[in-house]
T-cell receptor, first 113, second 113 residues
Framework: NAGVMQNPRHLVRRRGQEARLRCSPM?????VYWYRQLPEEGLKFMVY????????ESGMPKERFSAEFPKEGPSILRIQQVVRGDSAAYFC???????????FGQGTRLTVV | GDSVTQMEGPVTLSEEACLTI???????????LFWYVQYPGEGLQLLLK?????DKGSNKGFEATYRKETTSFHLEKGSVQVSDSAVYFC????????????FGSGTQLTVLP
């Protein structure tokens, strides 16, 4: 049973480009969470999704950031018109539902140059 | 809202020394508590957890006890090894919820041979 798969592991974008981060949850998991880890900081919650639904996006910046978890395929975190301050590690986690453990992927390290 | 406060690092210890990383929390409900470990360049791995007062989570020689009266969940290990060098995160999640984890800022531990 493969774990949570994130790709790419490393992503370099120039300012103004778009970044697309992918997360495939563990088999049987229908809950996906995205977190951002800025250098020297802890993880900050961004968004919580179930299949085809955004449940909680209270941690998402109001502009340029969006997330989806379609019926088929991975969850996508999309950052439009990236700026240097978007440079961070983005982690995805998945769980099977209430009161179950969340498993984390290895993260995507985004660098904006 | 919910919050987690961790002892600031970095912490440097010699091999076989005792470790304590303090963690206190604020929550509106009755949360489950977790310790995650992040090795260099990797994602987070669940180290241990406790779901109710006085529960003790333990794994790989690490322990933490859920203290409701002091709202604490301190991580302890009697004899650390070089391989324990990592960043440790305390986290909580409201019980009965599939919602997101709230993380502390992390504590960097370095164990010297």
């Amino acid at each position: 049973n493969a774990g949570v798969m994130q790709n790419p592991r490393h992503l370099v974008r120039r300012r103004g480009q778009e970044a697309r981060l992918r997360c495939s949850p563990m088999k049987g998991h229908s809950h996906v969470y995205w977190y951002r880890q800025l250098p020297e900081e802890g993880l900050k919650f961004m968004v919580y999704l179930q299949k085809e639904n955004i449940i909680d996006e209270s941690g998402m910046p109001k502009e340029r950031f969006s997330a989806e978890f379609p019926k088929e395929g991975p969850s996508i975190l999309r950052i439009q018109q990236v700026v240097r301050g978007d440079s961070a590690a983005y982690f995805c986690a998945s769980s099977a539902g209430d009161n179950t453990e969340a498993f984390f992927g290895q993260g995507t390290r985004l660098t904006v140059v | 809202g919910d919050s987690v406060t961790q002892m600031e690092g970095p912490v440097t210890l010699s091999e076989e020394a005792c470790l304590t990383i303090n963690c206190t929390y604020t929550a509106t409900g009755y949360p489950s508590l977790f310790w995650y470990v992040q090795y260099p360049g990797e994602g987070l791995q669940l180290l241990l957890k406790a779901t109710k007062a006085d529960d003790k989570g333990s794994n790989k020689g690490f322990e933490a006890t859920y203290r409701k009266e002091t709202t604490s969940f301190h991580l302890e290990k009697g004899s650390v090894q070089v391989s324990d060098s990592a960043v440790y995160f305390c986290a909580l999640r409201e019980r009965g919820s599939a919602r997101q984890l709230t993380f502390g800022s992390g504590t960097q531990l370095t164990v010297l041979p």
